[in-house]
């Protein structure tokens, strides 16, 4: 407990107040408000050698600088800017690391896109490793499935291009506040 700072009454969740949840939602708001710099900051984290003939933020930069010239709208502009940053979290689930990371913000379908577009590259590799490339046909039925199928061939896996000139991080950050401005944040779906 810090004493020049006020902090809640309660050691466990269950025993809070009122006041104290009041006195916690401004320092919620400022971490809200950071969000967008730690994005910014796992992005260019990002920018190191991994075997790719680019590294995973020109990838990233690649991707979204496709999405942006191809004039898809703001927030998938961003979600291609983005969704890989979940190699910087759990790169053995890094898809459901980054849509579960910008769900709060997304559409269901750009959610779904990033929750799932791990499994729908596979249709470019997995034969080279044993793994079924049609894996991602068990989600034919679903309302996103060809948004993901899109992404894949049109933004993703085709941005590992040394040659491609790709916008600047600089010139998606604008875009990335907007996209992640606290006002966004949605109630959690728990259904």
Same mark, same amino acid.
Do not use: I, K
């Given at each position: 407990m810090t004493a020049d700072r006020p902090t809640v009454g309660f050691t466990a969740m269950a025993d809070g107040t009122a006041a104290d949840y009041a006195l916690l939602e401004p320092y919620e708001q400022a971490e809200l408000a950071r969000f967008p710099d730690r994005v910014l900051g796992w992005l260019r984290a990002m920018d190191d050698h991994t075997g790719y003939?680019?590294?995973?933020? +020109?990838?990233s930069l690649q991707a979204a600088t496709r999405a942006h010239r191809a004039g898809e709208d703001e927030e998938t502009v961003v979600c291609a800017l983005v969704h890989d940053v979940g190699d910087?979290?759990?790169p053995a689930n890094h898809s459901e690391v980054a849509a579960a990371v910008l769900r709060?913000?997304?559409? +269901?379908?750009n959610y779904q896109v990033l929750r799932h577009h791990g499994v729908f590259q596979g249709v470019y590799w997995f034969h080279h490793v044993g793994a079924d490339p049609n894996a991602r046909d068990r989600y034919r039925d679903r309302p996103w499935y060809q948004a993901c199928v899109d992404f894949c061939a049109y933004y993703d896996q085709n941005s590992f291009d040394p040659d491609y000139d790709a916008e600047p991080l600089e010139f998606f950050e604008p875009m990335l506040r907007r996209v992640l401005a606290p006002e966004?944040?949605?109630a959690p779906d728990l259904g």
């Amino acid at each position: 407990m810090t004493a020049d700072r006020p902090t809640v009454g309660f050691t466990a969740m269950a025993d809070g107040t009122a006041a104290d949840y009041a006195l916690l939602e401004p320092y919620e708001q400022a971490e809200l408000a950071r969000f967008p710099d730690r994005v910014l900051g796992w992005l260019r984290a990002m920018d190191d050698h991994t075997g790719y003939r680019v590294t995973r933020l +020109e990838h990233s930069l690649q991707a979204a600088t496709r999405a942006h010239r191809a004039g898809e709208d703001e927030e998938t502009v961003v979600c291609a800017l983005v969704h890989d940053v979940g190699d910087m979290l759990a790169p053995a689930n890094h898809s459901e690391v980054a849509a579960a990371v910008l769900r709060p913000y997304v559409s +269901e379908q750009n959610y779904q896109v990033l929750r799932h577009h791990g499994v729908f590259q596979g249709v470019y590799w997995f034969h080279h490793v044993g793994a079924d490339p049609n894996a991602r046909d068990r989600y034919r039925d679903r309302p996103w499935y060809q948004a993901c199928v899109d992404f894949c061939a049109y933004y993703d896996q085709n941005s590992f291009d040394p040659d491609y000139d790709a916008e600047p991080l600089e010139f998606f950050e604008p875009m990335l506040r907007r996209v992640l401005a606290p006002e966004r944040v949605r109630a959690p779906d728990l259904g």
